[in-house]
């Protein structure tokens, strides 16, 4: 059983695979958080939890007992104003002015399956018997605002979730001012704080540093999640590494501004929330009026951040992931961005999807610049009709072209925005973001059309699956190349204006959700800019992102290497692109860019006509033996072995296990040659220690003891931008 209720000492006691979750009704209502770590058979709650008069400097509530206080009190969903310090995790205005609150617990039901979230995504359960779920309902009698608290046990896949409803049942006005997902207060201070940081063509780098007392934040406040901050957060024990120690990891399924934070207090104790961010938000209630905050995926592990990771990843791609392809091994395929950019015509492309082809590529995409008079990024967004100077015989010819050499097709949009120079924009110049009286500001000339307007978000539907309908697509790449500015909506009124952002990300949501549930054939890639809005939000809708507008295989390891840390290698597309490397100007060679590519969502970005008939044969080779290893690699477990951004920074290398651990891929990367390198060997991970293997290229039977604890000889590497993989399997299947 996933939650019990325990009437005698009113604790309530989640359990997953190797999880525990404690809270506890305490005192007069109040919801106290007692425990989260390692899974406990029972619990004692008088132990777990321990309330200690302080000085006057943390007030009580009741001034009969100086031992309570809700700043000392571990709490689930804290408020500011009545004796808690901290940082709140709601917090509210009422129409006298006012802010304090005061919640209760009311009530509270258990049952099984997981419900949905009303307009948001959220990870999901096939049948009910893979979830149970908690719903504890608490109370402010004064102003009638009832608050859910919802949390969620996938039990074998070792996830708790949670997610917060606050409604408003007076009879006056509420406005919200915080809402955030989740808070959990620890009673120790010595973790270190993880998250992943970046900007465009550097995401989500691992930053790891010590918590010290006060706050340490992360946030986006772009309008999406953002290239430089992604929506999640790990708390590790100090002694944490990728095998061993204790990481708690908050994953928020949101493609929004958010906040993820954790802060020691005097009393040496952690509270750690994230949730939407605060800034710049505010949401009227209505008397009647409720709001749904998004989920956030909650993941412990006792052995370490790849445990935590692998646990997210199968999470992701199981319960988060939806559709077709959420199971089935995605295409290898050919893009035409970095070929070709603006300059094509018909002809053009399908000699690169001819070359393409006959190398065993399967899908060719079309990207930028297929629509009104778009010959560089500065007009037509919006204007979602061919250009007939490109093609003149427009996508449904392409399409045919292309399904008579058997290759799929796929097409490139960037349906949130709008050029100024477009007819969309010379009609509805009110459909964008923006706020009256102010400078409209653009980036890469294009505004943001505003999708927190019913009319704009019908518009992109209807544009879109007019394409879509027309021509023979399998696949579409939904790219989104700016962050918010002047954020306002001509239809809000005014004192709802500061719900736009969020608006926003519903209506971008209802979209998504249409346009994938009415084209189920259809693969969607997800984009902004590259990995500007990598995030669980929206591998709910699509179940693959492109990783980094940054292609150069170096610069690969690290950024694949960080999405690893939360995101599966299915939902990482990755491609091999010409050299001198377009963003960084560096020359790999094409069997390393080929591996780190490979590591992931295979494909290639580049004019595959100019290629030598050296070079088509050794992508010939490359493709074949990645239809050989996807299934492994997209679906297999992941285990990082050598971090790029520890020690000497000069080598990497991951590999992935099938789920029998009958074969596994390993790659293994080292940027710079060194002079008179030392013998090194690479101990392997995840293998069955009584099996016996096969590494392909290395004579001998291995047993997967000595792999994993002896490990495989790293051979000589002459040379800088080196890479080795090795094929492994188990002896009786090979
Ligand atoms: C940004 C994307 O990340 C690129 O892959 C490419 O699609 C361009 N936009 C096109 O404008």
């Known amino acids: 059983m996933g939650i019990t209720y ?103 039901r258990i049952f099984k399956g997981k419900p949905k979230l009303q307009g948001l995504p959220a990870t999901y359960t096939e049948s009910d018997d893979e979830a149970e779920s908690l719903e504890i309902v608490l109370y402010d009698k004064v102003i009638g605002l009832k608050v859910y608290l919802l949390y969620t046990v996938l ?39 993880l998250h992943l940081n970046g900007s465009w063509a550097r995401e989500r780098h691992i930053i790891r540093e010590k918590l010290t007392p006060g706050i340490h934040s992360i946030e986006s406040r772009r309008g999406s999640s953002s290239h430089e901050h992604n929506p999640f957060i790990a708390l590790l024990s100090q002694d944490c590494t990728e095998d061993k120690g204790e990481a708690y990891g908050l994953s928020l399924v949101y493609s929004g501004n958010f906040l993820a934070q954790a802060e020691i207090n005097m009393y040496k104790s952690t509270r750690v929330n994230i949730g939407i961010n605060p800034f710049d938000f505010a949401w009227l209630l209505e008397p009647g009026e409720g709001f749904q905050t998004p989920e956030v995926v909650m993941v412990y592990s006792s052995e370490g951040i790849g445990s935590m990771s692998r646990t997210y990843h199968k999470l992701y791609r199981t319960r988060l992931c939806r559709g077709k392809y959420r199971d089935e091994a995605r295409p290898v395929l050919i893009n035409n961005w970095e070929g070709t950019y603006f300059d094509f015509n018909e002809e053009k492309l399908l000699d690169i999807a001819k070359e393409g082809k006959k190398l065993g590529i399967e899908l060719f995409v079309l990207d930028d610049g297929w629509f009104g008079k778009r010959n560089s990024d500065n007009c037509s967004l919006g204007d979602w009709v061919v250009d007939k100077n490109k093609l003149p015989k427009g996508l449904a010819n392409l399409g045919k072209q292309l399904e008579a050499i058997n290759m799929k097709f796929g097409l490139w949009f960037e349906p949130e925005m709008v050029s100024p120079d477009s007819d969309l924009y010379r009609s509805h110049p009110d459909w964008c973001l923006h706020v009256p009286d102010r400078t409209r500001s653009t980036a890469r000339t294009q505004l943001i059309l505003d999708l927190s307007r019913e009319d704009v978000c019908e518009y992109i539907i209807k544009s879109i699956s007019d394409i879509l309908r027309n021509a023979p697509i399998s696949y579409v790449k939904w790219d989104m190349n700016r962050n918010m500015t002047e954020v306002g909506s001509a239809l809000l009124p005014a004192d709802r204006q500061r719900e736009t952002a969020h608006r926003y990300m519903l209506g971008l949501y209802k979209v998504m959700d249409k346009l994938t549930t009415d084209f189920q054939d259809v693969l969607f890639e997800g984009c902004s800019g590259g990995g500007g809005r990598f995030d669980p939000g929206i591998l709910y809708y699509m179940p693959q992102i492109w990783t980094s507008d940054d292609s150069d295989a170096v610069e690969r390891l690290k950024i694949q290497y960080g999405t690893s840390i939360v995101y599966p290698a299915s939902t990482m597309g990755a491609h091999v692109s010409a050299v001198p490397n377009h963003q960084v100007g560096r020359i790999t060679s094409l069997k390393m860019r080929g591996d780190v590519a490979m590591s992931g969502n295979f494909g290639y970005e580049l004019d595959l006509t100019r290629f030598s008939e050296e070079e088509k044969e050794e992508v010939k080779v490359q493709v074949a033996k990645y239809k050989e290893l996807r299934t492994l690699v997209q679906f297999g477990d992941m285990y990082r072995l050598i971090s790029p951004f520890e020690d000497t920074k000069n080598e990497t290398s991951w590999m992935y296990v099938s789920e029998d651990k009958s074969e596994s891929f390993v790659a293994y990367f080292r940027i710079l040659a060194e002079a008179d390198a030392p013998i090194r060997k690479l101990r392997l991970k995840g293998l069955d220690s009584n099996k016996d293997y096969i590494v392909d290229g290395i004579d001998g039977v291995f047993g997967g003891d000595e792999l994993m604890y002896s490990g495989i000889t790293i051979p000589f590497l002459f040379g800088d931008y080196q890479s080795v993989v090795w094929k492994i399997k188990v002896l009786d299947k090979a």
Do not use: C
Request: hydrophobic content about 35%.
């Open 155 to 193: 039990e074998k896949l070792n996830v708790i979730t949670r997610s917060v409803y606050l409604k408003n049942e007076g009879e006056n006005k509420l406005k919200l001012l915080r809402a955030l997902s989740m808070s959990v207060d620890f009673i120790r201070e010595d973790f270190d704080f």
């Open 6 to 108: 325990n009437e005698n000492n009113k604790t309530f006691h989640l359990k997953a695979l190797d999880t525990s979750y404690v809270m506890q009704i305490v005192k007069d209502g109040y919801l106290a958080h007692l425990y989260w770590g390692k899974k406990l058979r029972n619990v004692n709650a008088e132990e777990l939890l321990v309330l200690r008069g302080r000085t006057s400097f943390s007030a009580n509530p009741e001034d009969s007992d100086k031992v309570f206080s809700l700043d000392t009190l571990p709490q689930e969903y804290p408020a500011y104003g009545n004796t808690d310090f901290r940082t709140p995790a709601y917090q509210l205005q009422l129409e006298n002015g006012t802010t304090i609150t005061d919640l209760r617990y009311e009530e509270h």
